[in-house]
Each structure stands twice: as structure tokens, then as C-alpha cells.
């Protein structure tokens, strides 16, 4: 299992069309693929899932992936949430 | 553990406040039990349960009249200096005007119900166990299939929102698709429903989101359901054994709570709506008293003891 700390970047703003995108992203790999953030624990591959969880540029979270692919996808969705430009 | 806020519960247990200055905007209920302060007012303030609302009724306030001034000062004082969320005369009692004075100075708000105790106890106790029950988010859908609310889990993209899609489509209604939201109200009742923010939506890959509300109208969707039945889609693995009797129950559990789970392997040709209805409707036969499982084997032991031996049975050795 991966698992990576990130702080979400500032050029997001994660309105409901960036979502899509991450769930998007997400749904591109093979791995379980999950985002914690306090005590939630929600499938980064649903969409309404993701709808429900207040995200803002500069919270902390918590990737986690499990899978062929996980090394990939934690790498490829950090680089995502961390977008600084 | 989240609260609920008193102005909530004043609203919808039709509280007035007797203590006007008294700001109750900012009060959480974090308990559902609730304290008759009887003992408090003799001075015994062991074991107090001072997080609880506390309610005052005939007893208490009967007791009250009897006190004299400078015991009502003594005990009044100690008791509305702890920092209780809020108490509550019942049957429309006027509390003593040193009493709502004290409670004045140490911000406490007195409110007036004009239900019998007994009542306001259990309503509030009731109200507040389903507000206060512990609660999870899980990712499936909740569709309530005649009437028993089928959960339908699995990895995403194995066709839940088709199964509800369907399911809905051939008369039965939807809660939540994609995250439910469970309460825990009871050690045996378990109630689903959908975060606010999605309620009634679906997502359908290839479509996106539809909303099930307009597109189906109103009775094809529900606020909450009973959690009765899990079904658990997955991929078919060979090597799994799947139940091919039903003698025995299988469980899932969420929040402590046993759930009957079915797993129901997925292979194309197979229609997940119909095997969701026929889930449900077994369930509900079973909780009506009839088991097919039980009524085949009873059968097949009954046909075993009237077949009549044939010889003797021949053994390897």
C-alpha cells in the first residue's frame, strides 16, 4: 500500500468540473485509491463521493492507493492536488 | 462526537424561553439522556450528570415550593453553576423568580414545555438518539427494494448505479447513490440516507450525473431507509465459494450492527436488478417466517427417510 501527506495546491480551486477531473484521473488506474481528510475516508474514483468533501488549497490530506498501480497513481494524483502553478 | 444545537431542539420540541437575556445560539446537546435534578436540589451532587438537559417536573417543582428562601438560594446557586446545557420545566410550570435570576447570572436558559414529563422525556431522549447516533459514510448505493432497503456495495465501476438505475426504473426508489450516509439509532436498526449535497443525483459513467428526482419524479426516490440486506457486488473468482444453498446467513457489519450480506458475483448475462428484487423480497419471506433453504432440506431429509433400503450398501474398503 502508498500512502503520501500532500498540502493542496494553490492554482486549485476544486470546483465541481476539477473534481471530475481528479475522479477522472483517478478512475484511469487499477488501484483502490482513497483521500482522508480528518476523519473521512472517501473513494477518489466517486464522483459524488468527492462532491461531498470541502476541499480548499493549502488543507492537508492524506493519499492512500492500493494495487498493481499504486506507486503510479499516488505519484500522478499528488502531483494533481499539489499544483502550486 | 458532533452535537446538536439546542436552538434545534427547542424548535422541535416547542421550548419557550423563560430567560430571554440568555444567548442559547451558542449550546450544544452532545447527550440524548436527559437528568431530573431531584437529588441535585437536595445538595447531593455526586455522580451528576451535568451534560444532560435537565428537566424539572411535578416532583422537583413540588419539592422547590417547599424549600425554604435560604436553602432555594443555597441550592439554586449550586446547581446552576455547573455548566448544564439548559433546563427544562414541564406541564408550563412557572419557575421561582430566584431561580430564573440565578440562572440569568450564570447563562444558563430555563425553558418552559407545555407537555406532560413523562413526554418531553421520552421525545427528547427519542429524537436526540437518532440525531446523536453514531454515524459513517461508505461508499454504494441505497435503493429500497419492496419495501427492505437493499445496500448494494462493490469496487467502482462494477455497475452499482446501473443496479439502482434499473432497480428504480422497474418501480422501486433510490436514497443514495454513491456515498450513504449510516446512522446507528439501535443495536439492531441501522437508517441510510444521503449526504445532502448528492441527494437524489446518479452518476452514470458514459452520461454523467442525471437527477433521478426530476428526470423519474417523486416516487421513485426516498429520504432515509432501514439498512435490511447488503449486497455485495464482485468480480466472479473461481476460486471463491459462493453460497449455493442460503441455509446459513451470511453478515457484514457497520457500526457493531449485523447485516444479513449476500455476495453476488458478477458475470455478463446477469441481471443485477432482478437478483437485488429477489434478494429482497427472500428477505422479507424470511422475516415473515418461511425459509426456501429450510423448506428444500427439510424435504430432501423427509424424502431420505421414506426411501426404503435397498440391500446393503456396498463400501470401499
Known amino acids: ?85 | 462526537m458532533d452535537g446538536v444545537k439546542l436552538t434545534e431542539v427547542m424548535k422541535k420540541m416547542k421550548l419557550k424561553n423563560l430567560t430571554k437575556e440568555v444567548d442559547v445560539k451558542k449550546i450544544v446537546i452532545t447527550q440524548a439522556d436527559i437528568n431530573r435534578p431531584a437529588l441535585q436540589l437536595t445538595g447531593y451532587f455526586e455522580h451528576f450528570d451535568r451534560h444532560r438537559i435537565q428537566i424539572i417536573g411535578y416532583v422537583e417543582y413540588g419539592y422547590m415550593e417547599h424549600m425554604s428562601a435560604a436553602s432555594k438560594r443555597k441550592h439554586f446557586e449550586k446547581l446552576l453553576s455547573f455548566d448544564i446545557p439548559c433546563v427544562i420545566f414541564s406541564r408550563s410550570l412557572v419557575p421561582d423568580p430566584l431561580f430564573l435570576k440565578i440562572a440569568t447570572k450564570h447563562r444558563i436558559p430555563v425553558l418552559s414545555s407545555d407537555m406532560v414529563t413523562s413526554e418531553v422525556m421520552a421525545e427528547i431522549i427519542r429524537w436526540l438518539n437518532v440525531k446523536l447516533a453514531p454515524c459513517i459514510r461508505i461508499h454504494g448505493v441505497l435503493v429500497d427494494v419492496y419495501g427492505e432497503g437493499v445496500l448494494i456495495t462493490g469496487e467502482s465501476g462494477i455497475g452499482k448505479s446501473e443496479a439502482a438505475l434499473e432497480l428504480l426504473r422497474r418501480g422501486h426508489r433510490l436514497v443514495s447513490d454513491d456515498v450513504v450516509e449510516i446512522r446507528k439509532v439501535s443495536d439492531d436498526t441501522l437508517i441510510g440516507m444521503a449526504p445532502e449535497l448528492t441527494k437524489y443525483f446518479i452518476e452514470l459513467r458514459g452520461i454523467g450525473v442525471i437527477d433521478v428526482k426530476t428526470l423519474f419524479g417523486v416516487s421513485a426516490v426516498r429520504d432515509t431507509a432501514n439498512i435490511d440486506l447488503v449486497v455485495r457486488l464482485e468480480e466472479w473468482d473461481k476460486d471463491k465459494d459462493y453460497d449455493r444453498f442460503g441455509l446459513e446467513e451470511r453478515y457484514t457489519e457497520y457500526l457493531g450492527n449485523k447485516v444479513v450480506c449476500h455476495d453476488i458475483p458478477i458475470r455478463p448475462g446477469r441481471n443485477l436488478a432482478i437478483i437485488c428484487e429477489s434478494a429482497a423480497v427472500n428477505h422479507r419471506q424470511k422475516k415473515m417466517g418461511y425459509n426456501a433453504a429450510q423448506e428444500l432440506y427439510a424435504r430432501v431429509q423427509e424424502n431420505l427417510r421414506a426411501t426404503p433400503k435397498t440391500g446393503k450398501r456396498k463400501r470401499k474398503t
Open chain 1, 1 to 85: 500500500m502508498e500512502r503520501k501527506n500532500i498540502r493542496i495546491g494553490e492554482a486549485l480551486t476544486l470546483d465541481g468540473r476539477q473534481i471530475a477531473q481528479a475522479v477522472q484521473l483517478a478512475d484511469s488506474f487499477e488501484s483502490a485509491l482513497h483521500l482522508l481528510q480528518d476523519n473521512a475516508r472517501i473513494n477518489l474514483k466517486s464522483i459524488m463521493g468527492m462532491m461531498t468533501v470541502q476541499l480548499k488549497a493549502g488543507d492537508e490530506i492524506t493519499l492512500t492507493a492500493e494495487g498493481k498501480d499504486e506507486k503510479e497513481a499516488v505519484a500522478r494524483l499528488s502531483e494533481f492536488f499539489g499544483k502550486t502553478s
